[in-house]
């Protein structure tokens, strides 16, 4: 009996939410994975596998490696290197992360301090490249052609979508141009964020050996699931100090997102005065942040965003209706759910 009055009680921090109770079974292939990942990280300079651990202990939800687990679970896989693709897959991720904390000079990722922050662009930089050079050998070794194939055009994609938003960023630093449209910008997020999202969906089916039709549908689930994710975060940087970041980043750094580009298309002239305004006075302060804000809470800039990211999000689940009912077609379905809840 004492020992039974020494267990904990049950409370909100011990229930495993809906997405834990759902892939709990995944546990083991996940530290797999990670556990691939610090093999690749190996290297006799030091400060690659400092950094990669720095990165890999910050608190990310593996998203992409787990929808890529899925996938090829999906399709009936039934081999071993659906783990390494999945390390992979985090490697691009990861390496993206590096280099996108350089260029906006983030000191935050994930409410911890930036990689950059500790060791420095430079360093920061050459470890991205590592990141990228090494999965691409890896993928080579794999020896399956099709799969490098997918993985090259996505990081082309990847860095066309990159520069695409830099340049619109920095000429609304320089001109204030806030004449971004809404299809323009969903065009750069699937781009910079949605087609890696898509390669991983993608690349288990690949790995599979499933049908082109089974194939096609995984990529496009990808592809939905990836544009709603990065709409979620856009809603965050105006909601959320959860997020790991100053809420107001996104505006403070010239990047325009859904939620102001929709504020812009239906207030008045004169709200849209105060908003170039607050632009143009860089640096934002925090009153102006908060005036803008207002603007956005008043018309529903960020209700329309997260309505938005849910139609994505039906769609991408309306992609798994050719697959029999499964625990991985309903993992995957609770991972486009999550998506519109996370708070990182």
């Not at 992979?88 to 994930?110: M, P, S, W």
């Not at 066309?160 to 000429?171: D, F, P, V, Y």
């Not at 329309?304 to 993992?331: I, M």
Request: charged share 30%; hydrophobic share 40%; with cysteine.
């Amino acid at each position: 009996m004492d020992e039974l009055t020494t267990l904990p009680l049950p409370s909100e921090e011990t229930v495993p939410t809906a997405e834990e109770m759902t892939l709990g079974w995944m546990e083991k292939d996940l530290k797999r994975v990670d556990q691939e990942f610090r093999n690749n990280l190996r290297s006799p300079v030091p400060i690659i596998a400092v950094i990669g651990e720095h990165l890999l202990k910050s608190g990310g939800k593996r998203v992409r490696a787990k929808l890529l687990l899925l996938s090829a679970k999906l399709c009936d896989y039934s081999g071993e290197n659906h783990i390494s693709m999945a390390s992979l897959i985090e490697f691009i991720h990861t390496a993206t992360l590096l280099h996108d904390d350089v260029v906006d000079n983030a000191k935050l990722r994930r409410g911890v301090d930036s990689a950059n922050a500790i060791w420095g662009n430079e360093a920061c930089v050459l470890v991205g490249d590592f990141l990228f050079t090494k999965c691409f050998t890896r993928m080579v070794e794999s020896n399956n052609w099709r799969i490098l194939h997918t993985i090259s055009k996505a990081t082309t994609i990847i860095a066309e979508g990159e520069l695409e938003e830099l340049i619109r960023t920095e000429k609304l630093i320089r001109t204030n141009d806030l004449s971004l449209t809404e299809e323009e910008y969903l065009s750069i997020i699937a781009r910079k964020t949605a087609y890696l999202i898509s390669a991983a969906t993608q690349i288990g089916a690949i790995l599979a050996n499933a049908p082109k039709e089974k194939e096609d549908a995984l990529a496009k689930f990808g592809m939905e699931v990836g544009i709603a994710f990065q709409l979620i975060d856009d809603n965050l940087d105006y909601t959320s100090h959860e997020s790991g970041k100053d809420m107001g980043m996104d505006l403070r750094e010239g990047k325009i997102t859904l939620p102001l580009i929709f504020t812009l298309k239906n207030c008045d002239p004169g709200e849209k005065a105060l908003i170039q305004a607050t632009v143009k006075a860089q640096p934002i302060t925090e009153r102006a942040f908060l005036r803008v804000l207002e603007i956005i809470e008043r018309y529903r800039g960020v209700q329309y965003t997260r309505e938005k990211a849910k139609e994505y999000v039906e769609r991408a689940k309306e992609c798994l209706q050719l697959f029999p009912n499964s625990r991985e077609k309903e993992a995957l379905c609770t991972l486009a759910d999550y998506v519109l809840e996370r708070k990182l």
